[in-house]
């Protein structure tokens, strides 16, 4: 009885041990654990690019300067992160936009318009109706902001 055990012992170990790859599919649930390429965050955003338009609401005109305002930029990252991350990241796509990169497709204006009027900015602005309807219909909510610091929030999406 002892040999018996030991040999089917041997014979599972053995067969355990083998380097034999099997491929095995099912049509049920399939779990992979290696990392995947986001195919979403490749993909280019479907709302045109438009340095020109300058939104609705009360900025017209926005002189960034040459040089970030490094404090002025700590003052926009924490009201950012205080008022902003429940829908924005900066380099990835959640209920909102990712906002990296934001002033490569949007006019400065335009940016402090979006954060000061958003209402406003969805009833005419050709621009911010194309992401409402990107991003589900997700509205983005007026959080009461002031133009100092709507303007210190874009200097903060200078520096990403």
Known sequence: MK???????????MASCGDKKEDKKSDGF???RTKKEDKSAA???GVPVDMDNKGVGPIKSVDLG??????MAATGESIFSSKCVACHATDMRLIGPA????LDRRSPEWVMNMILNPDGMLKEDPIAKALF???NNALMTNQGLTEEEARAITEYFRTL
Not at 3 to 13: C, D, P, S
Not at 66 to 71: P, R
Not at 99 to 102: L, N, Q
């Open 99 to 102: 906002v990296k990169g934001v």
């Open 43 to 45: 993909k280019q955003e």
């Open 66 to 71: 040459a040089e970030v305002d490094k404090e």
């Open 133 to 135: 309807k990107e991003y």
């Open 3 to 13: 040999k018996l055990f030991l040999i089917l012992v041997a014979g599972v170990f």
């Open 30 to 32: 399939e779990m992979n």
